[in-house]
């Protein structure tokens, strides 16, 4: 199959497979980031999905805003269901008994259905080399349940089980870097995303379905209730997630690691942490440290992803083309 | 695992699985009782339990009629005694996998996921509108189980000549006493009960082999004429009786002269069930309906004192 082109207006007119009715919060990151993925192909998908905020907004009672062949079995395996799945689908077209379509298999899950609860499963999936691909969507905490912290929780954060107050200014720990982990399986393709960079993000799950084998995309979500911001600021907080390096967009192919957005000019930390209300305590006097210490980890962070790149062989690539986006991106993609 | 099996009930995945009872941890222990199997109990799962190996084979072809039936449709475990049967060596008749084949027929999809012109959701969430009703439709499917598994072991006596029922009653038709007991263990109580019945012990023996759905108003049936009834658990609830206890009871509370009743636990974690303790539990029944009094209703046997 063709890759289809990226443009706007063409993609507005292509059919919704993920439709409106669902009932995700106004301003949830979610619905888009699945928007995203599923408008950036045409072959045929199915798909699972983790216990969470997409899954129990998405398919209730005998509603259901999936066009897609689509299964939700438990938190901890939407990996495991949809290696069965596409095992499933192989034996079959192996057996003659079905056409082989070029079926694509997702399994999506939040932070907590993929960093921690469906973590083992997800290993194991990918180290069997099951043809599919994980995308997380990572909104750094159990927002269905009341906003509970993850893995995926970044420093500082407060949330209901690391309530910043007179014991604990929020989360102590930083957070799992699960990309890496990922990459560490050695599987071909592993990358992370942003809404606010929708071409980037397009292109990475194009690419990723040319790709035989396990795929991983981790893909940031923002989430107005638990970050405690503004129900318009998703795509505004991401964007500036990508431009503190908070967040960086690149992919591990096959090893070789590439930068696939250099901000033209690396924004202070605080500007990703300012407009979130759950980082509103490190702002304080005798937090301040808090700032000190995040920024130094990101900072560190986006060195040691620098070096990754270039000791990979990834670098010329990312220096070819420096800036935010492509050139389409920056016209239509805001 | 616990959390899976209710949602392949739940999702109606005719799903066929040996399960190997074995005894849970705390303290580790991998040898045959009923604690999985009995935990199993209410995740919504069809459940045989077999004495031997030959019963477990049989059990399995006729398992896979039952659970994709179609108006069925709900996961079926075949339950056989870790170790005890798993692990030992039996003469067994297999059958010819062609007549097998035959015999189960080719699985039917019904609503196959696979299906992308016709695309479905599985796996809902489902809030108070609508939950109890659908656990109501999972109660109401398990009321059509037995019918099935009757038919099935119908068709398989033609094909094998081997007979098999909701239960199998031993020696009952005169018994005045009797020991309900699943699995391995009933092999060896049968051979016990042929010696008390040589000494004109007048006992039977009943071995559940559907104990999900539970065949009550058949088992009240076996039992209207006894006296006293011993119900032989391998796994406990603990602060509560046996499981197959309960069943039994539940069985019985329909009949106007209810049989004198004891709940025995025994063989936990593969402890060996031997035969003085099968006399044990004779020689008490045979009091209780002398005296016509129960000392005490749940004990543990075969324990190391």
């Not at chain 1, 962070?301 to 935010?324: I, N, R, T, V």
């Not at chain 2, 049936?221 to 046996?242: E, I, P």
């Amino acid at each position: 199959m063709t890759t289809k082109p990226l443009r706007l207006r063409e993609l507005a007119k292509g059919e919704d497979r993920f439709t409106f009715g669902h009932r995700m919060c106004a301003g949830c990151g979610a619905p888009i980031v699945v928007k995203q993925v599923l408008m950036a192909t045409d072959y045929p998908i199915i798909a699972s999905n983790a216990t969470g905020c997409l899954e129990v907004s998405s398919c209730i009672s005998s509603f259901t805003a999936w066009k897609i062949p689509w299964m939700h079995s438990a938190f901890e395996n939407a990996a495991a269901t949809i290696s069965g799945i596409e095992a499933m689908y192989r034996s079959l077209v192996k057996q003659g008994k079905i056409e082989d379509k070029q079926v694509k298999f997702i399994a999506f899950g939040g932070d907590g259905g993929t960093y921690d609860i469906g973590f083992q499963s997800l290993s194991g999936a990918m180290e069997r080399g099951h043809d599919m691909m994980y995308i997380c969507y990572d909104n750094g905490a159990y927002m269905n349940t009341g906003i509970q912290r993850s893995s995926a929780t970044p420093f500082g954060a407060d949330t209901t089980t690391c309530p910043a107050g007179d014991v604990i200014p929020g989360k102590l720990q930083q957070r799992k870097d699960l990309t890496k982990i990922m990459a560490a399986h050695g599987i071909p393709y592993v990358a992370q995303a942003s809404p606010s960079h929708w071409m980037d993000l397009m292109k990475k799950v194009q690419k990723a379905f040319e790709i035989k084998g396990p795929k991983f995309l981790n893909v940031i979500s923002p989430c107005n209730r638990g970050w405690r911001s503004k129900t318009d600021d998703a795509i505004k907080l991401s964007r500036l997630a990508v431009d503190t390096c908070y967040w960086p967009l690149y992919e591990i192919e096959n090893g070789v690691t590439r930068i696939n957005v250099k901000p033209k000019e690396k924004k202070p930390l605080v500007d990703f942490l300012k407009p979130q209300g759950r980082f509103k305590h490190m702002f304080s006097g005798a937090n301040e440290w808090m700032l000190t210490q995040a920024q130094e980890y990101v900072d560190r962070q986006w060195d040691l992803l620098q070096k990754q790149a270039a000791f990979s062989g990834g670098e010329e690539k990312a220096e070819d083309k420096p800036g935010a986006a492509p050139a389409e991106e920056k016209t239509e993609g805001q | 695992m616990w959390e899976m099996m209710y949602i392949a009930a739940g999702d109606r995945l005719p799903i066929v699985m040996p399960l190997v009872n074995r005894a849970l941890s705390a303290p580790l222990n991998i040898h045959g009782d009923h604690s999985d199997g009995m935990g199993a109990r209410d995740t919504g799962w069809i459940q045989f339990y077999s004495e031997n190996a030959q019963e477990a084979y049989d059990n399995t072809i006729q398992a896979f009629r039952v659970a994709e039936h179609l108006d069925i449709r709900v996961p079926a475990m075949v339950c056989l005694d870790g170790f005890i049967v798993s692990h030992s060596i039996e003469r067994v008749e297999y059958i010819d996998d062609d007549k097998v084949k035959k015999f189960v027929g080719k699985f039917k999809a019904v609503n196959p996921l696979l299906d992308l012109d016709k695309p479905k959701s599985y796996g809902p969430l489902i809030l108070t509108d609508l939950y109890h009703e659908y656990k109501r439709a999972q109660h109401e499917v398990m009321t059509k189980v037995a019918d099935v598994v009757l038919d099935v072991a119908a068709d398989f006596e033609k094909m094998t000549g081997r007979k098999y029922e909701l239960f199998e009653k031993y020696r009952m038709s005169d018994a005045e006493i009797a020991i309900v007991v699943m699995s391995s263990a009933a092999g060896t109580t049968k051979d016990i009960i042929d010696e008390y019945r040589k000494k004109g012990v007048k006992i039977g023996l009943i071995k559940p082999r559907l104990f999900r759905p539970f065949p009550f108003k058949e088992m009240a049936n076996a039992l209207k004429k006894v006296k006293a009834v011993a119900v032989l658990d391998r796994a406990d609830s603990f602060g509560g009786y046996g499981p197959l206890y309960y069943e039994i009871c539940g069985a019985v509370m329909s009949l106007e002269k209810k049989p004198l009743m004891i709940n025995k636990i025994f063989g936990l974690g593969g402890r060996d069930y031997l035969p003085d303790q099968a006399e044990q539990v004779i020689d008490e029944l045979v009091k209780i309906v002398k005296s016509g009094k129960v000392k005490t209703v749940k004990e543990y046997i075969g324990v190391k004192e």
